[in-house]
Nanobody
Framework: VQLQASGGGLVQAGGSLRLSCAAS????????MAWFRQAPGKEREFVAA????????FYGDSVKGRFTISRDNAKNTVYLQMNNLKPEDTAVYYC?????????????????WGQGTQLTVSS
């Protein structure tokens, strides 16, 4: 199983960026996918989740209205479109997969994790 996150970088406040996470080694369409993030000195925080079909999404309060999660089941890839970025969005972003079809914000319930990609937002 492999989750390969990419797309991070340095962006100015107010800018946009899209993260990607390419999955392999498991039945992608059977899993809820999510993004978490971890800033230095802080716990890993839930960002967004998407149902296995892509029909349903759920967001953390701090990103609601600015970030959009989506998935392409034909490409085994999940995306995170981030708009109106703020310095407090600076973190390492991780994608994760959960075999349970009920979306959850609880990181311990996710089965697989990617290696993370760094986002830095300058003010």
């Amino acid at each position: 199983v492999q989750l390969q996150a990419s797309g991070g970088g340095l962006v100015q406040a107010g800018g946009s960026l899209r993260l990607s996470c390419a999955a392999s080694g498991y039945d992608f369409i059977m899993y809820v996918m999510a993004w978490f993030r971890q800033a230095p000195g802080k716990e890993r925080e839930f960002v967004a989740a998407i149902s296995n079909s892509g029909r349903y999404t759920f967001y953390g309060d701090s990103v609601k209205g600015r970030f959009t999660i989506s998935r392409d089941n034909a490409k085994n890839t999940v995306y995170l479109q981030m708009n109106n970025l703020k310095p407090e969005d600076t973190a390492v972003y991780y994608c994760a997969a959960d075999r349970d079809l009920a979306m959850t914000i609880t990181r311990a319930l996710y089965d697989y994790w990617g290696q993370g990609t760094q986002l830095t937002v300058s003010s």
